[in-house]
């Protein structure tokens, strides 16, 4: 988006789709590599991750930061609504209103669980496996995007590391909030109540004066702990 707007001189609403149509292409490129080549999930994600980060510091160089953004831009990252409602509030209740409903109220989303439990047993049952990982990845890839643009209106700056570490604020995010890590069960408002969680450790680190390095300790501490649980919830469940 910054490369968009500062090198092309594209208006700013275009360069934010063109930073969503790049997250759409990565998210395109998980899909295919793993729905359609067959690539373990984990691998691909983690090859990617390093791929797109390389291709992001070369393409600026590594330390080009664009930044000097239209202040109704600006808004949407760092602006209040009346009340003292934060302005990015509302993307973030419709992303998770969108996705409860396509996880908890569609055939759709039953399928996906269904996946998580058995991709076999799914296809056996008549799920279309390949299509459904191709509509999380590209949906993935959509919602990344949607954030950058977000983040980058935040910060007040578009650079190639933003976001570094961000991977397993999420993860653990998700883990808290009760999805299981073997697939197959998870919910969007327990994955709220997980962002809360951890937002209000990271805001309580920072009013407490304490080091910041702590607060990836207790992130790894947290995500441990609870996948630790989950497992033992599991075995008791299956006893």
């Known amino acids: 988006m910054g490369w968009a707007a500062r090198e092309l001189g594209l208006p700013m609403a275009l360069a934010a789709l063109v930073a969503v149509g790049a997250g759409l292409l990565g998210g395109g490129l998980n899909a295919l590599l793993v729905a359609r080549l067959g690539i373990p999930p984990l691998i691909v994600t983690l090859g990617t991750l390093s791929l797109f980060r390389g291709l992001a510091e070369g393409w600026t160089g590594g330390v080009r930061n664009y930044t000097d953004f239209p202040e109704g831009f600006l808004f949407m990252g760092q602006g209040g609504l009346p009340g003292g409602v934060p302005a990015q509030l509302p993307i973030l209740a419709l992303a998770a209103v969108f996705f409860w409903l396509l996880l908890h109220r569609t055939g759709a989303g039953r399928g996906l669980r269904a996946i998580g439990f058995s991709p076999e047993g799914a296809r056996h049952a008549g799920i279309p496996v390949g299509r459904r990982l191709v509509l999380v990845y590209l949906l993935s890839g959509l919602m990344a995007g949607l954030a950058a643009i977000v983040y980058a209106a935040r910060l007040g700056q578009a650079k190639a590391d933003a976001g570094t570490s961000y991977e397993l604020f999420a993860i653990t995010a998700v883990v808290l909030g009760g999805t299981s890590i073997?697939?197959?069960?998870?919910?969007?408002?327990?994955?709220?109540?997980?962002?809360?969680?951890?937002?209000?450790?990271?805001?309580?680190?920072?009013?407490?004066?304490?080091?910041?390095?702590?607060?990836?300790?207790?992130?790894?501490?947290?995500?441990?702990?609870?996948?630790?649980?989950?497992?033992?919830?599991?075995?008791?469940?299956?006893?």
């Open 182 to 239: 073997f697939g197959g069960r998870g919910t969007v408002h327990g994955t709220l109540l997980g962002l809360t969680a951890v937002a209000v450790l990271q805001n309580g680190l920072r009013l407490a004066d304490l080091p910041a390095e702590l607060a990836g300790i207790l992130t790894g501490v947290l995500l441990i702990s609870a996948i630790g649980l989950n497992r033992l919830v599991s075995e008791k469940g299956r006893a």
